[in-house]
DNA sequence: CGGCCACTTGAAAACCTTCAACCTATGTGG
DNA sequence: CCACATAGGTTGAAGGTTTTCAAGTGGCCG
């Protein structure tokens, strides 16, 4: 285990993640065993710091260990959208693995610390099994957390449904009783979502008035808690 | 190589893909080996044979020969939706490697022949490095392939956007000299798209109006080639 | 203080869905 | 062969939802 750097509670090192003390965040229950899953540490990104570009050719697949990643896409008739999110336990990068190069730009919604995995090069033949399997069991999962599960909604429906999904993902730990922060704006959400922001911000105001949630600002609780639906492992 | 049934062009065997003649459409370049990936080959699906059933404890990875499948998915809330297709060389029900159960039903929208993965059990060990990464490689393809390009679009560019993805996935080989055929009816796409069927039918006549395509029933044909915006490679 | 950004609100316009009717092709039973 | 039923497709008009445009508020920071 080899210092780089250190800060506190997030110290930069490049290490082994069955050495992790936070390895489940990571890699849920540890049925399989992490050795060989070798991983770097980020020092912590702040908020609108960008971690990887679009169009940049790949050089790594990170996870996220704490905060938000917001994706940004460049959309070829002009413009711009919110792509996804990625958050705590989430791959990023991975999706360029054979495009080769990543398609969306990452950006910290928050102060955001991922990990670097250690990959071996493709088609080298030399991978660990046990590596490639844990890899393959969270690229397998991801789709299901992250696919739109508004799709066909009504606007309303769409934010509240992402609002019930991004509780989930981010394991609030009781989003009946303590409010979350969501990391974004609500032209973010609307980009996100197919929406224009005037229509989030009343369909906020609606899911308020409805009982729904309760929301100031960007502090969210919700009145009944999530089905989970979807994203329980992994 | 042991024969299980026979079909004229479609043996149903056990094989080693390395010896399958069609392996490049399943696996594209044949750069990395393709020894150790065993498959099984299913006799054609006729049109509307479901595949699986949501639900179901998960069995197996499939991989589409040839044909269409079509995913659809009943919503929590009642009511269904068509959460996707799978077109040749596509993976079927990886996703559920986490969480046990097929996540839709799987309907051929038209004759379809897949081949059944023969995988290692999760958590073994004993995988094969070779099969893993290729399937990693796929799996991490599928998303950027699969995802919706018309998010946020209107109701005319979604529709456009969908032939062109499609035209893409199912490598039709001029789409601008040949006309292909959609697997699908009106309500399908509108399902898959997020539009009533009748919005489908007036983007079609406005895309043939603007001289876009050119479209009789079920066969389209393009009037500029799509972008090869994703979907190239895997 | 002034500027900027996120957020909010209202009114008009554009868009999409819904409903209802009708059409066409296909298949079935008499 | 015809009558009938069914499923997919098409069209028009009405109504609802969402977007757009415009204006205004409040917080934060130089």
Known sequence: MRHTRHNGRTPCVETDCAACPVARRCWGDLALPLEGVRAR??????????????????????????????????????????????????????????????SSTAEAATETVVCRLLLPAAGSGHSSSSLLERILLKVAAQPERTAAPWAGLSALERV???????????????????????????????????????????????????????????????????????????
Chains 1, 2 share one sequence.
């Open 41 to 102: 540490r980020s020092m912590p990104l702040e908020r609108g710091a960008v971690l990887l570009h679009q169009g940049e050719r790949m050089g790594a697949v990170y996870i996220v260990v704490r905060g938000c990643l917001i994706l940004r896409e460049d959309l070829a008739r002009g413009g711009q959208r919110v792509a996804g999110l990625r958050l705590p336990g989430e791959l990023l990068g991975i999706e360029s693995y054979s495009s080769g190069a990543y």
């Open 160 to 234: 509240a449904a992402f609002i019930e999904n991004y509780a989930l993902r981010a394991r609030v730990p009781r989003p009946t009783e303590t409010a979350f922060i969501l990391p974004m704006t609500r032209a973010d959400i609307g980009s996100y979502l197919g929406l224009a922001p005037e229509t989030v911000v009343r369909a906020l105001g609606q899911l308020q008035g409805s009982g729904r949630l309760s929301i100031h600002g960007r502090a969210v609780r919700l009145a009944e808690p999530p089905l989970e639906c979807a994203a329980p492992a992994a």
